[in-house]
Each structure stands twice: as C-alpha cells, then as structure tokens.
C-alpha cells in the first residue's frame, strides 16, 4: 500500500510539473496574445492574472512602467509562481512616468503640468509623509529624476525659481484636476532629457494580505512614492510582501524607495482598533497580530538574497512581524537614510520588530544613516546576525542597535568598521562571538518599558520584561580602541567574557577573563574599495594565539540566559562556531580571536566583499590606498548636504573628510553582479552547527 501511494505521489507531482506553464512578456508583445515566446504579452500584470502555482512568468528585457499586484499564491515552496528576468536581459520595473511637456521659467527652472489621473491614490506629490513614531519633515513621496538621480524637494517654490547652489531641486502645488511641478536643470533642457516623476506607490506588491510562495529574481526594480512603513501599519516597500509567507526575493537591484525598499511587514488594522504608537499600544497590536494569524506556520520565512538594496530614505529591509523566520543574506546594501529627508524612529539600513529566528547573514552595509545599520527592535529572540560588513555607516545607534532585547541571541565573525559607534545595546543575553570592533560601544543599564517575551522558536506572549543589560557572552573578540569593554561594567546582570584581544589602549570589562591586552599594537586597520571588492588590511600577532587558549563556542560554552533559554540554532540542534567570516575551518583546539581565522600571518589583506571564500597573506608591502568611502558619498550628494547629515547625527567625521580628500584617487563603486546561481528553495535556512 505504501509503494502505491508513493508511486501515486511521484506520478502527481511529474502532472504538475509537465502542466507547469512558462507566460513569456515582452516590451513587443501585446495582452491579447497568449503568452508564449514566440507571442509575448505586454504586461507583467497581464501575466500575473493568468499565472497558477508552478508557473513561470519570463520578462525579457526593457523598461516596464507598471505596479505588479499578484492575484494569487503559490501552493507551496515547491510550487511558486516565480517572476523573473530572462537570464542576461536587463529588465526595470519603475514606478515613474517621463515627463516632456517641461516649460521654461527662469534660466534654471522649468515647470511641467500632469493630469492628476496618471497618479496612483494618493497622490505622491500630496501625501506629506508620516506615520507611528515619524517627525513631520514637510517632505511628500514624489520625487523627480533626470538619468535615474533623484533631485532634493524644495520646501517653497522661492529656492526653485532661483539658479542651483547645490542639488537640483523641485517643487510641486496640487489641485484639483493638475499638478505642477517646478524643477531646476541647470544647462539642460529637459525635453530632450530622460525626466520622470514618481507615479506609483510601490513597484511589486500585493494589495490583499496572504499571497504566499512567491519568486522575484533578476529585476530592476527603482523609483517608487512609498509611504512611511509604520510599525502598527500596513508596510508598503518599492516590493513588499504583505503579510504572508514563504518569499524569496533573489538577485534585484532595488533603489529609489522613497521610504522603504523591502517590506516584509505587516497588514493594516482597522482605524477603529488601531492603538496609540505608545510601547503599550505596540503590545496590543501583537496581541491583534497573534489573532490574525502571527505564527511560524502562517507568516515570515521569507528569503532575501543577493540583491543590491541602495537610495532608500527609511529602510532597505523593513518588517514589523510579518519579517519572523526570514533570512537575509549576501544583500549590498547602501546609501539609506543619508540625505536626511525623513525623520523618526524606524530609519535604519535593516530593521526588524519580531524579528522572531531572523538570520541576518554576509551581508555588506555601508553609507546609511537613521537610527542603526542593523536595528534589532523588541522580541527578536534566537536572532541571528553572522558575517556581515559594516562600515562608513552615521546611524545614531551605531552598526548594531538592539534595543529591548531579553534573548538569546547570536552575534558572531562580524566585522564592524563605522566610526561613529560600533553598536547600542538595550538589551541582555546576546552572544557576541569572533567579532571585530572598532569604534564605542553603548550600553544602557536598564530600560523599564515593559515588552513581550516568547516562546523558544515562536511568536506566542508568555511575559513582559524589562530590559535589563547585561547576561551577555563576551567571546574571542578583537576589540580596538575606541571601542571598549569596559562600559559592561554597569550592566544590571553579570556577562561572561573570556578569550578577548584589546588592542591600541581598549579595555577589557570587570567579566573578561583571558583577556590579552596590547595597548601599544594598531591593527592599522584599512579598508580599501578596488575595481574588484572591498579589501581589509590589517597587522596580527601570532602570539595571540600561544599566550591564552581559547576555547571553541558551542551551545554547551553559551550556556542559558537568566531567562533559563539555551543558545541553540534554528532547529534546536548545537550551535557550534568552527568557521570563520570566509566559511574556513578554525581550530577547534585554539581557534583565533576576531572574525578571521590566522596562524603565522603578521600582516594580512582579505578581500570581504564581494565575498569569495578565499583570504590571502599579504606581505609589509604598501597598498594603493583609494579614498575612503566617505569621500564617495561626499561626491554622491554634495558636501553640505553630507556634513548637515553628520552634524545632525553629532558625528564627528570632519576629520575623515579632510583626511580622505587629500588621497584624491578615482575608483569604481562597488555593485553587485547580476547572479542566478543559489536559486534554492525558500527552505535553505543552513543551520550554522558546523559554523557561522
């Protein structure tokens, strides 16, 4: 009976796949054609409208000014629909229109009419943007571009009539039936330009909650009017998952979010029970959020991967909820939140709110501004954030901001390079492993907010805590000053820290035990951009090694929290950190402190990004050394507007302008390269038994 119904089984799914359709879509072709290569359709929606579970929706190269709202969901992980790029076809979605009607005003200043029809509801050039926890800025959602560069909106119609100081800008009055929009193009006529307006609120969105298995791979996807992704609201991103399961966003280049580029958040409550944005109406809306279906079983696992994510005000990844069990990993991620157009709570590079099991893997973030690089905000328990590259971030926070944390959570083979503060934490029981740090660390002693606690791999409340620090583990990390181990001290409940190496005058806490300590040894520490990646130079010592043997960190050495929860991985199995940033092997019996493995190596250079799982030893020789990535986004947006957002953010970064200026070198910017390798299902989550 068991071999007829496995055969059975077998001979259903060769049905399904044979019955599998492929929906071709061409700039070329027509919605009135049925779909195949040789007769395309027009529209990638058209395509969505006919597409069932196991379909393929193929879009060959152009640009597609379209919102795509998928009708319906895959049926499982196996059977998706999956949208994609025909492979080596560049293929954009936008949410813009061009705009060629412009009438000259002044020298510099043109100005354009649009029928208020073409807009989406509401208009982006109406809707001033706010939400839960923003601070109203004046700024709306629409946007102008000339060749794709977003231009800075004027606060009054008087800045745009006068010639260009700085950025270009625009101004925009709404009525009834028109909209006007005045614009500055210095020397440039823009007739005979590619100029476009921000029409559509996002580029790839359902409009209903619950379409689950869904694919996007090898898009474009750029220019969208999003609205303040709030986090008791419904979270519009340029692509956005709304409130469902099982997503796998691969290989896109996402950019020119208004707010937020992915949204893998929530749905929107009815206004009636919409709570107040206080720390006890968020819980209420937990508990609503339990009744609509928050659960392992029913939201989050989605999978994001291998995308660039850059030119987004709010967020590149956002998700209150509806973001739980998802892994994010090898995303370039850069130039969020930078210009200062938006303020308030929530703007950061990634950003989770129940973040439940999260893994935040390789990733590469840098130039991004808000409150943090990665902000892990209440119930992220059994988070994990591994091998990511942080670095030339002004975040408030720092590169890692968790906040009302009660664990236990994984922080390990991280290398964290911005200036400004290497983390925050409010917070306890977070295991900081194999890490490299580089500027201060806060530590808040005690936040008496009372936030949810849950169950060991689930979304269930089964307390209220507050956050009290410390209970943190503390292990074979490289810590260089400014960075320092010592704010630990005032921590609430004791840490356990042991195998550190401090470095250029850092001290160890009250807690480290084994700690080596070289005040007088610089890492020298250098990263430095080439045409081909991102490289980190730096000295080592070898004795570091002999002097204090180090111990391998597994669940045993973690240990449980003071909430009695054991550190373990993603299916209750070990946690065992035997490999290093680059995925190498350590040694078990005395592995090296910090995110690189290393023996015999005095002096080393690495290239981190684009990560290829090879590291080699470098001789004293001197490197080219190319400008620092500051100077890039110096370039990118104009230096006041770089130093107005320092000086907004109370970063000291004059010094590393001045410095950076003097090296006066061209380079590439780095980009992500189209990849349609990995393309495993959403269920590869790796458990990291055998390293991080």
């Known amino acids: 009976m068991t071999k007829i119904v496995i055969t059975a089984l077998a001979i259903a799914l060769n049905v399904c796949s044979i019955c599998a359709t492929e929906y071709h879509v061409a700039t070329s072709g027509s919605d009135k054609n049925p779909g195949s290569e040789r007769e395309p359709l027009r529209t990638i929606q058209k395509a969505a409208s006919l597409a069932h579970p196991g379909d393929t929706i193929t879009v060959h190269e152009g640009v597609y000014r379209e919102r795509i709202d998928p009708p319906r ?11 994609r790029a025909a492979e080596g076809e560049k293929v954009v979605i936008t949410g813009a229109e061009r705009v060629e009607n412009w009438q000259k005003v002044t020298d510099d200043t043109w100005k354009a009419t649009l029928a208020n029809e073409i807009f989406d509801s509401p208009n982006p050039f109406a809707y001033e943007i706010s939400g839960e926890w923003s601070e109203p800025t004046g700024r709306h959602s629409g946007m102008v571009y000339l060749d794709g560069e977003w231009f800075r909106e004027a606060l009054s119609l008087t800045e745009v009539v006068k010639p260009v100081t700085e950025d ?4 925009a009055k709404v009525e009834d039936e028109n909209t006007t929009i005045w ?26 909650p619950g379409i689950n298995f869904i694919t996007v791979r090898g898009f474009t996807l750029r220019q969208a009017a999003t609205p303040w992704a709030g986090a ?10 709304h409130w469902s399961k099982g997503w796998v966003i691969e290989n896109n280049h996402i950019s020119h979010s208004i707010c937020t580029g992915i949204a893998l958040g929530r749905y929107e409550l009815p206004e009636q029970m919409k709570p107040r944005p206080t720390a006890p109406g968020f819980v209420t809306s937990v508990e609503l959020a339990l009744e609509d279906g928050w659960s392992k079983e029913k939201i989050g696992s989605h999978v994001v991967r291998n995308n660039e994510i850059s030119h987004c005000e709010k967020n590149g990844i956002h998700g209150s909820l509806g973001g739980c069990f998802s892994t994010i990993t090898g995303n370039e991620i850069h130039d969020i939140g930078n210009r200062c157009w938006l303020d308030g ?16 893997r390789n990733n590469h973030i840098y130039r991004s501004g808000g409150k943090g690089a990665i902000w892990l905000d209440w119930m992220c328990q059994g988070a994990q954030v591994i091998g990511n590259l942080l670095h030339d971030n002004v975040a408030v926070h720092g590169d890692l901001w968790f906040e009302m944390q009660h664990g236990p959570m994984l922080v390990a083979n991280n290398v964290v390079l911005s200036k400004h503060k290497s983390g925050t934490l409010k917070a306890k029981s977070v ?3 194999h890490n490299l740090f ?19 791999h689930g979304t269930r409340i089964i307390g209220m805590s507050k956050a009290e620090s410390g209970d943190h583990r503390l292990l074979n990390n490289c810590v260089v000053a400014p960075c320092d181990f010592s704010v630990m001290n005032s921590s609430v409940h004791p840490c356990i820290a042991d195998g550190n190496v401090f470095l250029r005058g850092s001290t160890p806490s009250d807690f480290d035990k084994n700690a080596t300590v070289r005040p007088g040894f610089d890492p020298e520490i250098r990263l430095i951009q080439k045409p081909d990646g991102w490289y980190l130079r730096i000295n080592l010592d070898p004795t570091w090694k002999g002097e204090v043997k180090r111990s391998l960190v597994t669940t045993r050495l973690l240990g449980k929290t003071i909430l009695k929860r054991p550190y373990v991985d993603l299916d209750d199995g070990d946690y065992q950190i035997d490999t290093d940033y680059f995925g190498e092997n350590r040694n078990k019996d005395d592995p090296a402190p910090g995110p690189f493995e290393f023996s015999n190596e005095e002096v080393m250079q690495f290239k981190l990004w684009p990560r290829e799982g090879s590291k080699a030893a470098e001789s004293n020789a ?11 986004l110096a370039r990118q947006i104009g230096l006041p507007a770089y130093r107005e957002c320092l000086d907004a953010f109370a970063v000291a970064h004059g010094q590393l302008l001045d410095e950076t200026t003097t090296r006066g070198t061209n380079r590439e910017t780095s980009s992500l390269a189209h990849r349609t390798d990995d393309l495993c299902p959403a269920t590869d989550r790796r458990p990291i038994h055998r390293g991080g």
């Open 431 to 433: 295991a900081f492993v």
């Open 232 to 241: 008791m609201s419904e979270q519009i991103g340029l692509i956005g998952t």
């Open 622 to 632: 001197a490197l080219d050394c190319a400008p620092d990535a500051a100077l890039i």
């Open 183 to 208: 614009a500055q193009f210095p020397g440039i006529d823009p007739n005979e330009a590619n100029v476009e307006v921000n029409v559509r609120q996002s580029v790839f969105y359902p409009s209903r």
């Open 345 to 360: 709570a929530d703007i950061a590079a990634i950003k989770f709110l129940g973040g439940v099991d999260v893994v935040i």
């Open 168 to 171: 270009a800008q625009w101004f």
């Open 438 to 456: 580089t500027a201060p660390i806060v530590n808040f002693p005690v936040d008496k907010r009372l936030t949810p606690r849950n169950p060991v």
């Open 73 to 83: 969901s895959g049926a499982s992980d196996t059977q998706r629909i999956t949208y």
